[in-house]
């Protein structure tokens, strides 16, 4: 299974950026997709999550307000759209997914298909 991430960038303080994440071979019908980042030096964290077929969010206490995550059925394709970007904000932004319908997974070892990562940073 194959997903790619996409969007990441450099951006001021309160600035916004859209992270993609598609898939080569997987329908994500009965899936939970999931965003995490990882710091240098720090774990990898939950950042927001969806479950694709009933659309149920979930977001870490730190992006509430500020990020939003969103699915387009048609292009098989997750969102994370990010604004009022902090530089704390600033890691590598992973995609995953994990065939579970029903609840969005936030531990990272729950999930079985990584992206490769996009970089965000945030300049203060």
């Known amino acids: 299974v194959q997903l790619q991430a996409s969007g990441g960038g450099g951006v001021q303080a309160g600035g916004s950026l859209r992270l993609s994440c598609a898939s080569s071979?997987?329908?994500?019908?009965?899936?939970?997709l999931g965003w995490f980042r990882q710091a240098p030096g720090r774990e990898r964290e939950f950042v927001a999550g969806?479950?694709?077929?009933?659309?149920?969010?979930q977001y870490a206490d730190s992006v509430k307000g500020r990020f939003t995550i969103s699915k387009d059925n048609a292009k098989n394709t997750v969102y994370l759209q990010m604004n009022s970007l902090k530089p704390e904000d600033t890691a590598v932004y992973y995609c995953?997914?994990?065939?579970?319908?029903?609840?969005?997974?936030?531990?990272?070892?729950?999930?079985?298909?990584w992206g490769q990562g996009t970089q965000v940073t945030v300049s203060s």
């Open positions: 071979g997987l329908v994500f019908t009965k899936y939970t």
């Open positions: 969806i479950t694709w077929s009933t659309g149920i969010t």
């Open positions: 995953a997914a994990e065939r579970t319908p029903f609840s969005v997974l936030t531990t990272p070892t729950r999930y079985a298909s």
